[in-house]
């Protein structure tokens, strides 16, 4: 394909670094729709006869065929998937294969098949969180009055609804859909037509293979389009970032399904066993999903590292630039389908939960609080007491709602029967019922206008 410049072939290892088939060839499906799409705007043009036309799109329809139903058959000495689909074109028409290539180079034509892709791969990822998304909004709706303990520093902070604690990664799934659509629309350009680097002096319609493709509009300067690949770099941040999110959720659920904590038992369907200890239930597909993001946050350094200094206009390091893509989606992929699947079969434990929340003084701020507000105790003095009345209880080893009334009222004679009301784990959580608290009159409110921000009511 550019062999009339040279005298020998080249080396077998040259040969082997240079391939991209092995990983590129799951563009196919799109270098094809681009193909398809160029030579309609060629022959719209004039550029090539009508008659040629037809001919190279009948071809390229023949090949969509023959790849779906056998596969692409490597062959390193054809490079690309460019080149596989030209050959192909070749081998079925004959020379006439050679006119589809007018006014294009691979620059960009790789620029466009891999934005395509990405393209598709941002609306799989935008689909496969909003499933998360109402599964985590069935859950906490089912457990908006159910009580968990809530922490800081993994210590027991206050009790907070755990219908609550679902819809945080509610918020966090929906920053990251937005970080998704937010790439999709800046990426929405079509490099295709800017050439080798420099664009052409064929009289091509840039606009209308941009139409053809879907995109808003052709890209305005030929040596960015075929050297930008920040719509992959922004694929692979927000894909980070949302990684981050579920590795979170998943440590989450390991430390919950421990025995020590006890908070849920995760279902069969996402658990193994231990070849040597019968007892084990093992978090893995938890633990995985906590892996996975770490290597995704790997391919996007490796894509980044790979840009970092790369002179303008196309070189052949790009080519590096599909591996990390690739991968980061099928780990991700796999990763918000195991925590959906999590989420939705999880059997959470109640009542373990609440004999955490109900430990570990958690409803102190609540006491100093209605110190503040009953007793009128400036807070910095509320604080002083309550931490006497802790002390107390501690080492009376009992919680703040079994000490007496005596008791209380020996360490601050301003306590009065009413401080009962807010000490239980319940009272607490029901009392937080600023916008955005943990009170589930409050997360009620955000589950119902989560679902009608997904259209579900
Ligand atoms: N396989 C190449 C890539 O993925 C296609 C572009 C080749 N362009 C070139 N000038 N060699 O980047």
Redesign the pocket.
Known sequence: MWGGRFADGPSSVMREINA?IPF?KKLWRQDIRASLAHVAMLAAQKIIEAEDATQIIRGLNQIAQEFEANGITENLDL??I?MHVEARLTEILGPVAGRLHTARS??DQ?ATDFKLWVRDALDMVDAALEELQKALLDRAEEHADTVMPGFTHLQSAQPVSLGHHLMAYFEMIRRDRSRFADARTRMNESPLGAAALAGTGFTIDRGNTAQMLGFDGPTRNSLDSVSDRDFALDYLMAATQCSLHLSRLAEEFVIWASQPFGFISLPDSYSTGSSIMPQKRNPDAAELVRGHSGRIAGAMQALVMTMKGLPLA?S?D??DDKPPVFEAHDLLGLSIAAMTGMIAEVEFRPARMRELAESGFSTATDFADWLVREAKLPFREAHHVTGTVVALAEKQNCGLSELTLEQFQQIDARISEQVFDVLTVDASVASRSSYGGTAPIQVKAQITSARKVLGLE
Request: net charge negative; aromatic share 8%; hydrophobic share 15%.
């Open positions: 991209s590129d490079e690309d460019h691979r620059n790789v196309y052949k790009m080519q």
